[in-house]
């Protein structure tokens, strides 16, 4: 057998990487934040905790690298709205983008909307929580100014709760919620 290529143990190390955080995540959604150890994540995943430390140096950074994908998630969205239909207003794009990203990732958004309300998880993240959504919110800023919309700030603070609570209703019961209808309403407002 041939020594595996670069190439090959990189993706070996980024699937190890993403057992590890749904494993996580999937954790400190059944356990608690506080509740869950790293010997735990590490046997739930299949890992030695050696290699988990290889890719985390704590718990709390790897509450951190769930926490940065929602907010990779989020920047995919909005990377997807500036390549959206023209014809629509960039903030209507950017609506129907949050929501493809959403149901792409279902499940880990489900689990991540239980881990950030505790307060143990909001300890941790702190200032940097508020930095992402600081960056989510100015970003909506920008494409409600850009829109012509007054009091930008405002109301994108509005739609950034908005959007936030029509996917955590949709995650906790996506067979019955009408995610196509809200998002079309949603996105009639900003046409």
Known sequence: MSPRTEKQNQALREESRAKIVATALHLFGANGYERTTVRQIAEAAGVAQGLLYSHFASKDDLLRAIFQQSVQNVFESFALAEEGDPSRSLVARIIVAAFAVLRANRDFWRLSYGVRMQQPVLAVLGPELS???????????????QSGVARPEIEAAILFATIDGVAQHYVLDPEHYPLDAVVEALTLRYA
């Open 131 to 145: 930095d992402w959504t600081a960056s989510i919110r100015t970003t909506m800023e920008r494409a409600l100014r």
